[in-house]
């Protein structure tokens, strides 16, 4: 479903995280949500939640219209290293781009700093004496080349093939020819870079290839299961979010597994920019920063002027892909990241996680390990009746005990003080995290909102907002399963990008619109409704002798002087100065999108001011007896000044000493510093 939803749409979304998995049902106007466990068959888990939100809603999973899903199948199999077994065939003398990279250090002054090994060993990097230049093809493949090539891949039992010859960005035909060939020989899937990344720079391309097939076969497996669980249940077939902020359907990324990776993170984003930029209040910041903190990890990024920040420069597990993605910081702090003292007596926290088996300390699974979750609750910040994800309740005595045992370790004067020094620890390494998107880049956090969402980062987020100098926090009503809410407002998006290479104030400005006229009609040709689609360009540009470029919108017909001036501006932007010298056009990107309507939410809070209780919280500047508002409960009329605690079905909203806290109509709770 791709047009505008109807009040009596039902349309459910689904995001899988590393402890939990989250579900957000759009029904006749009103949200319901639910959080279960992750499986390690991560549809397992899709298939208990919908079954949980379903049952809530009272209604039949086959009424539902509508199924987005995002996972972390593709992310897991880079950071756990467990893919496919999978080759490489590329021009002969050029094996080795894989492993050569850009010679850079992980390190610069670390002398026993250690590369990641390549996804794709030597052994299975196999070379095919054939050339392209940009200017044509000078040597032609041999197909008795291909037939010993094929010999020798079936002697090496893979299970993909990822396929990157010199310069298929601009003459494709060695390539095609080979991947065709491989394709009708072997029974296992076959990446070619001219699919996956047409654009100039071996090894991105490389590498964004390998990394495509590497994680092919478990996305097709998976995507595969997920939508026979879906017919069997009369759901309708999935929609998947991409790493872009977008959604596409299932058998698009079983042939574009690539485009899966930081979907869920992605979804966090949309969800973010959907819901909290709707307050009139927010006209006078610069943009959000939108922070998701799960289990597992935290995730940040910006949105300015509406739009969500994307990348083609990312990096995952140090594995460069060149595809467009929603730009994201990602750190390993969560709700379950492990606390530990390493060898200089420093308190450290995650990226190692407790995850939803056992968990925490505190879930009372056998866990034994401190984590931050286990930290909030010995502060207070959670209750010890609390019960997350609305079934798990909590034991404050295992939290305390592993906070114990931390403090010894570390020299600390008992639990709370490990629980602070937890929190604190946590809360700094999230504030690097804001800072990379914003001071690093040239903004000033300071005149942007927080978003803050996910199962702990409303927690967190105040107290960051407070070091940061922010203002303001918003939490979103479905803040505990925002990533599954943005997965209901994202829209349907595709990508294409071709490799034009020239100095601006030459290039032929009609041979460059016929070429963003065919990216378009390959795209509308892709989408599910090309009628009520749009699409839009950019260039990506950059003063002669630089090595790297600027993406900047630009119009149809195209004019090189504009598009010239576009990048002056943004480069100003970014790097505080315009250069005199010649500019040069090196992509021509366009993307097709879809547009889908949010669900709406509404909330009207309570009409009863009273806390139903009280407890002792600890913040940094000591103990206070604490007032617990019910969040579905919270007053509407009226601003409550902190310290408080606002404890929802799948998150809690933690509001510290000189900070007020008041409700939204659509359901947001805001922070703001007291005037008070």
Not at 74 to 102: K, W
Not at 389 to 406: K, T
Not at 543 to 567: H, I, M, N, T
Request: hydrophobic share 40%; proline share 6%.
């Amino acid at each position: 479903m791709t047009e505008d939803r109807t009040p009596d749409a039902r349309a459910i979304g689904v995001d899988v995280g590393g402890t939990f998995t989250d579900v957000a049902l759009s029904l006749d106007g009103d949200l319901v949500t639910a959080k279960v466990p992750s499986t390690d068959d991560q549809s397992e888990g899709v298939a208990a939640g919908i079954e949980k939100a379903c049952e809530a809603a009272g209604v039949d999973p086959e009424s539902v219209t509508e199924f987005s899903h995002a996972m972390t199948v593709s992310v897991n199999a880079l950071l756990e290293g467990d893919g496919a077994r999978t080759a490489l065939v590329t021009t002969e003398g050029f094996r080795d781009v894989l492993e050569i990279g850009r010679q850079t250090r992980p390190s610069l002054y670390d002398l026993d700093a250690e590369k990641p090994a390549p996804l794709v060993p030597r052994r299975r990097r196999f070379e095919v004496a054939e050339r392209a230049t940009p200017d044509g093809v000078e040597r032609a493949v041999d197909d008795g080349e291909i037939d010993s090539l094929v010999a020798e891949l079936r002697d090496t039992d893979v299970e993909s093939v990822a396929v990157c010859l010199l310069h298929a960005y601009a003459h494709p035909e060695n390539e095609q020819h080979v991947a065709e060939a491989l394709r009708e020989a072997l029974d296992v899937p076959v990446s070619a870079s001219g699919e996956v990344l047409p654009e100039f720079r071996e090894y991105e391309r490389t590498s964004t290839t390998v990394v495509d097939a590497y994680v092919r076969p478990a996305i097709d497996g998976y995507v595969g299961r997920l939508t026979e669980r879906a017919r069997d249940s009369g759901l309708p077939q999935p929609q998947i979010m991409q790493a872009n902020g977008g959604v596409t359907d299932a058998d698009t990324v079983r042939r574009n597994a690539v485009t899966t990776v930081l979907s869920g993170p992605a979804a966090g984003v949309v969800g973010a920019s959907a819901t909290a930029a709707t307050d009139a209040t927010d006209a006078d910041r610069d943009g959000l920063i939108t922070f998701d903190m799960g289990g597992t990890s935290s995730d940040v990024s910006l949105v300015r002027d509406g739009e969500v920040a994307r990348t083609t420069e990312s990096a995952v597990a140090d594995r460069p892909i060149g595809t467009p993605m929603v730009d994201v910081e990602t750190v390993g702090a969560g709700g379950g990241s492990i606390a530990w003292v390493d060898a200089g007596g420093a308190l450290r926290i995650g990226p190692r996680s407790a995850g939803a088996e056992p968990g925490p300390a505190c879930y009372g699974k056998g866990g034994t390990e401190p984590t931050v979750t286990d930290a909030n609750l010995v502060l207070g910040y959670v209750g010890a009746d609390t019960s997350l994800g609305g079934d798990l309740s909590l034991d404050a005595a295992a939290a305390r005990d592993a906070l114990a045992d931390l403090a010894d370790e570390a020299g600390m004067a008992g639990p709370v003080a490990a629980a602070l020094g937890v929190h604190r620890v946590a809360n700094v390494d999230m504030t690097r995290a804001i800072r990379s998107v914003t001071v690093e880049r040239g903004h000033d956090p300071r005149e942007f909102g927080l978003v803050a969402f996910g199962g702990a980062g409303p927690m967190h987020a105040v107290q960051i907002a407070d070091g940061l100098d922010i203002g303001r926090v918003v939490v979103p009503h479905a803040s505990g399963v925002l990533s599954a809410y943005g997965l209901l407002a994202a829209d349907e998006t595709r990508d294409a990008v071709r490799t034009r290479q020239g100095p601006l104030a030459e290039v032929d400005a009609d041979a460059v619109d016929a070429l963003y006229e065919e990216l378009a009609d390959d795209l509308l040709g892709e989408v599910s409704d090309p009628d009520a689609a749009r699409v839009e360009y950019a260039a990506d540009l950059r003063y002669a002798g630089q090595s790297f470029e600027l993406a900047v919108d630009v119009e149809r017909p195209f004019d090189p002087a504009a598009a010239g001036e576009r990048f002056a501006a943004a480069h100003e932007s970014a790097y505080g100065y315009r250069a005199d010298e010649p500019v040069e056009l090196v992509n021509c990107r366009a993307t097709a999108t879809v547009p889908r309507s949010a669900p709406a939410i509404e909330s009207v809070g309570g009409s009863d001011a009273d806390p139903r209780a009280t407890r002792e919280a600890v913040f940094p500047d000591g103990t206070h007896e604490t007032p617990v508002y019910d969040r579905e409960r919270f007053p509407a009329d009226e601003a409550v000044e902190g310290p408080v605690v606002v404890e929802g079905a799948e998150s809690t909203v933690v509001v510290p000493p000189a900070w007020r806290v008041r409700l939204r109509d659509d359901g947001a709770l805001i922070a703001e510093v007291s005037d008070a």
